[in-house]
């Protein structure tokens, strides 16, 4: 049966990396072999600083370091595997550095999510290009697809949506019963009409599982730098442990509150064929992974905490001094679907309606802007949201001391706060 794996950008950032993963790749002689990877390193958010040198006229000088940057980069990656070797993927690298260059210009007066697609999903062609090369002269059979014609989408940019049956026709048709390598991009897609679409950002997680969910896989594992899926960020948390089996369900709650491990659509097409999802370490391969699966025993054994910084909390309130009723709460949520945003906090009253967003200034500035024009909105900047899933008795009080909570939410199973970032610690602490 067919196993997918799937590197991220820190598993592929330079050329040591990459030889790291062919002995990865190398032990699993089980085929097909379905490997999706993403840009090197921090491209993409390179490239996303490209893309708004490339909207702006009067930042052609900066634009054009920006690209000289990339390309540097990746000549440097190239030079360091493949020396002056006729195996050296480097024309194919420029072309697509060439196509890049030309998108932007192509596009440069589109709509911004439509020019963000047909120009970021470069930075996965390129990488996917050179860790083709890679694999094939260390004798390791690897065929090249492109995902833009094997993943079809609506043209939601940004955030596309699958289509299914086509999908899952194209990839079977194209990758199974082979004995190769059969490596490919992830987040990223492709129209009926060839236009570049994007899953959402680090939506990578998720294209490994509709390769999986379309070629019925044994396994899905998804390489990191870390050994496995853990209750909080390591970085802010300084008791911070792994979790070794969780269930979909907990998984897909954890990645919805911003929990970075895995992208929150990902689960989905797995639990519907019962695949596993398995997160190991690239660097200690051998290490215990975590497992996702259908087992939802051991999900409330240990809490998880979750911080999402770069909040914006948005107060919505009627002008003339009436009821925040249904009418008005789907206008307003009608307005957030436009913009493309989602909610990570939602409270109401009688007379106001308030949201917690994400603080990006291309998507949330003109949701604001709408809003105006109906209602009185007020905002506050640069909070920080805690979620805490499965709280044990008094710890969020403990969590929370010595700060304001600006807002609450609780349920069963999860409790919400919302601070000033000023007013938060840089490590946090989990109490006993």
Same mark, same amino acid.
């Given at each position: 049966?067919?196993?997918?794996?799937?590197?991220?950008?820190?598993?592929?950032?330079?050329?040591?990396?990459?030889?790291?993963?062919?002995?990865?790749?190398?032990?699993?002689?089980?085929?097909?072999?379905?490997?999706?990877?993403?840009?090197?390193?921090?491209?993409?958010?390179?490239?996303?600083?490209?893309?708004?040198?490339?909207?702006?006229?009067?930042?052609?000088?900066e634009y054009r370091q920006c690209l000289d940057s990339l390309k540097t980069e990746h000549s440097e990656a190239m030079k360091a595997l493949f020396g002056d070797s006729g195996e050296s993927p480097a024309e194919r690298v420029s072309a697509l550095f060439q196509e890049l260059d030309a998108q932007h210009r192509k596009h440069r007066s589109s709509p911004y999510a439509k020019h963000y697609d047909q120009t970021v999903c470069y930075g996965?062609?390129?990488?996917?290009?050179?860790?083709?090369?890679?694999?094939?002269?260390?004798?390791?059979?690897?065929?090249?697809?492109?995902?833009?014609?094997?993943?079809?989408?609506?043209?939601?940019?940004?955030?596309?949506?699958?289509?299914?049956?086509?999908?899952?026709?194209?990839?079977?048709?194209q990758?199974?019963?082979?004995?190769?390598?059969?490596?490919?991009?992830?987040?990223?897609?492709?129209?009926?009409?060839?236009?570049?679409?994007?899953?959402?950002?680090?939506?990578?997680?998720?294209?490994?599982?509709?390769?999986?969910h379309c070629l019925d896989a044994k396994e899905v594992v998804i390489w990191k730098d870390v050994t496995g899926l853990f209750n909080a960020d390591p970085r802010r948390f300084d008791n911070a442990v792994q979790l070794e089996r969780i269930s979909y369900a907990e998984a897909t709650e954890l990645a919805w509150h911003g929990a970075k491990v895995i992208h929150p659509k990902t689960l989905g097409p797995l639990q519907e064929k019962s695949i596993p999802l398995m997160v190991r370490s690239f660097e200690v391969p051998d290490t215990a992974p975590s497992v996702i699966d259908a087992e939802q025993r051991f999900d409330a054994d240990?809490?998880?905490?979750?911080l999402r910084q770069d909040q914006?909390? @948005?107060? /919505? #309130?009627?002008?003339?001094?009436?009821? *925040? !009723?249904e009418p008005r709460l789907h206008d307003i949520l009608g307005r957030l679907v436009e913009a493309g945003m989602h909610a990570n906090l939602v409270d109401s009253s009688a007379m106001r309606f308030a949201?917690?967003?994400?603080?990006?200034?291309?998507?949330?500035?003109?949701?604001?802007?709408?809003?105006?024009?109906?209602?009185?909105?007020?905002?506050?900047?640069?909070l920080?949201? @805690?979620? /805490? #899933?499965?709280?044990?008795?008094?710890? *969020? !009080?403990?969590?929370?001391?010595?700060?304001?909570?600006?807002?609450?939410?609780?349920?069963?199973?999860?409790?919400?706060?919302?601070f000033h970032s000023r007013d938060c610690p840089e490590t946090w602490h989990i109490p006993d």
């Open positions: 049966m067919t196993t997918v794996f799937k590197f991220g950008g820190a598993s592929i950032k330079d050329a040591d990396a990459i030889r790291q993963l062919t002995p990865l790749i190398e032990a699993h002689e089980d085929r097909p072999l379905v490997v999706v990877i993403s840009a090197m390193g921090k491209t993409t958010n390179k490239l996303e600083a490209l893309l708004a040198a490339a909207r702006d006229e009067s930042r052609t000088d996965e062609l390129i990488s996917t290009t050179i860790v083709a090369a890679w694999l094939n002269r260390c004798s390791i059979a690897t065929d090249w697809h492109d995902a833009r014609k094997l993943v079809r989408t609506d043209s939601r940019y940004q955030a596309a949506n699958i289509d299914w049956p086509t999908t899952a026709e194209s990839i079977r048709q990758l199974e019963d082979s004995d190769s390598v059969l490596l490919t991009q992830g987040f990223i897609g492709g129209t009926e009409e060839g236009e570049a679409t994007t899953l959402g950002r680090e939506g990578s997680d998720f294209s490994a599982a509709i390769f999986a240990v809490p998880s905490c979750i914006v909390w @948005l107060e /919505v #309130r009627p002008r003339n001094f009436s009821f *925040m !009723d949201l917690c967003l994400d603080d990006k200034p291309e998507r949330l500035d003109p949701l604001v802007e709408s809003l105006q024009g109906d209602y009185d909105v007020s905002r506050e900047n640069d920080t949201l @805690l979620t /805490v #899933r499965h709280p044990q008795a008094g710890m *969020m !009080d403990e969590l929370s001391k010595g700060r304001e909570a600006l807002a609450e939410r609780r349920n069963a199973t999860t409790a919400q706060r919302l």
